[in-house]
């Protein structure tokens, strides 16, 4: 086992020892000497250990006296298998959910362990209080005033988004805000990328608006087709688009500017759905950032940077927009409850979402990196992409096996991995789509083991 491996499986039993009420608030923690001399491990690995502890808020150090353990509530502990099977069955309706998995790399997962449930149990006491009374009342349409606040700022400060908060609208979800924005630019005829986020798809299909699919290189959506077409509005995820993972380049994007500023009718639908969280290099800008003529339609969600269950997403209209949706009869009510929008309201106001965004990056960097690190060996079989932003990546397999052997390999080694196809119907090559954002630290090595063996063929000496 490498050191590395060593202290986040001592960090793992050491916070799980916290939550379940082993040490009390206000213990002394062992000194890093005695429980090294004791496991018989470096003091490094110790130091490594209670640095994550300490920074997630499990212990913390008194000057000359060592570290103790911080005002923690004891937790149940759930454990991953039930919840992994629980999620499965929710994502995929059909035959496969009686099988049951040791290790999955499911999409749309986070990393429930490290929510700061405490703080936010806090603003859901708030939202209740008697001073609340309002909440309790018809909500704006847009959703709530405090919310949509918080969200201008956010956007400002962290995608370089410039917006009033008369421009936002809350919804339950990405494919509530397609719909609404379809009925905003009544219908219009859409490019869409080729593969695609699958509400897109499915809103379009349902209200048989005509759309055209445009293939998708390493770059982002192929520019050259949308000369070639009629088509007016264009739904793409630049960020890190779903489901190959690629990044659309600086170049592009202004070539996609471009392209809507030069007819009044033109749009562009920005779906910036994990941007949140980008690894390596700089930040690319939203596309909304560079757009100088109000064109870009942007919208996002919290269902990364928060948890899927809150259900609130959001759209930034342009202007001119906004002007039509006022106009606009028999608009839908807002689904989210005015309660949950508070809530996020004042988790954001307070900092910690922001504090939160910056320790899942770290978290979500740490275990992408460890994935990478372990399958680099087999790069001569295994080539991975879109892996520079987000909560999942794909894997090309280049050493001769095919799709069923793959699958049945993964079945005999417990492992649930989808098979790109799933996305993209027209593909040949044998390419997954692993998310790993909701896997532990302590099965990382598990899992990456069993997708190893699953998918390389290993040599013996």
């Given at each position: 086992?490498?050191?590395?491996?060593?202290?986040?499986?001592?960090?793992?039993?050491?916070?799980?020892?916290i939550i379940e009420g082993q040490y009390k608030s206000g213990d002394k923690f062992p000194s890093k000497r005695a429980l090294g001399q004791h496991l018989s491990v470096s003091n490094t690995t110790?130091?490594?250990?209670?640095?994550?502890?300490?920074?997630?808020?499990?212990?913390f150090a008194k000057p000359r006296s060592g570290y103790f353990?911080?005002?923690v509530e004891t937790l149940p502990i759930i454990t991953r298998e039930i919840h992994a099977s629980n999620t499965h069955h929710e994502q995929n309706n059909d035959n496969q959910t009686q099988q049951t998995y040791e290790f999955a790399f499911n999409l749309s997962e986070i990393d429930a362990e490290y929510f700061p449930m405490q703080q936010f149990r806090k603003y859901a006491r708030d939202a209740f209080e008697d001073s609340?009374?309002?909440?309790?009342?018809?909500?704006?349409?847009?959703?709530?005033?405090?919310?949509r606040q918080e969200i201008a700022h956010y956007l400002f400060n962290s995608r370089g988004v410039a917006c009033h908060p008369e421009q936002i609208i809350i919804g339950s979800s990405t494919e509530q805000l397609i719909n609404l924005v379809t009925d905003i630019l009544n219908k219009g005829r859409f490019l869409i990328e080729n593969p695609s986020y699958p509400p897109i798809k499915q809103v379009l299909d349902k209200k048989q608006i005509t759309y055209l699919q445009v293939p998708v290189n390493n770059t982002?959506?192929?520019?050259?087709?949308?000369?070639?077409?009629?088509?007016?509005?264009?739904?793409v995820t630049p960020s890190h688009q779903f489901p190959t993972g690629y990044v659309m380049n600086l170049k592009k994007r202004t070539q996609l500017i471009h392209w809507a500023q030069q007819f009044e009718n033109r749009y562009i639908i920005e779906d910036d759905y994990d941007s949140e969280f980008r690894y390596f290099g700089k930040p690319i800008p939203a596309l909304q950032s560079l757009d100088t003529k109000d064109k870009v339609i942007y919208i996002s969600t919290f269902s990364k940077s928060l948890f899927p269950s809150c259900r609130v997403a959001y759209l930034v209209l342009p202007n001119k927009l906004l002007k039509l949706y006022n106009t606009l009869e028999n608009k839908e009510g807002n689904t989210v409850p005015s309660h949950i929008q508070k809530m996020v309201a004042n988790f954001m106001q307070s900092g910690s979402f922001e504090r939160h965004l910056n320790k899942m990056r770290n978290v979500y960097r740490d275990k992408l990196k460890f994935i990478l690190d372990a399958l680099k060996p087999y790069e001569e079989q295994l080539e991975i992409d879109g892996a520079l932003a987000g909560m999942h990546f794909t894997l090309t397999v280049k050493n001769g096996l095919a799709m069923t052997q793959c699958l049945k390999n993964a079945e005999e080694n417990k492992l649930k991995i989808i098979p790109f196809s799933k996305f993209d119907k027209s593909q040949q090559s044998v390419k997954f789509i692993l998310g790993f954002g909701g896997i532990p630290f302590s099965q990382l090595e598990g899992h990456t083991n069993a997708l190893i063996r699953s998918l390389t063929i290993l040599k013996h000496d």
């Open positions: 086992m490498t050191k590395e491996h060593l202290y986040i499986n001592l960090y793992e039993n050491l916070k799980k020892q110790i130091e490594h250990a209670y640095q994550i502890l300490s920074d997630e808020g499990y212990i353990v911080s005002d609340q009374l309002n909440l309790l009342q018809h909500a704006n349409p847009k959703g709530e005033w405090t919310l982002g959506i192929e520019l050259e087709y949308f000369n070639e077409s009629n088509n007016n509005i264009a739904y």
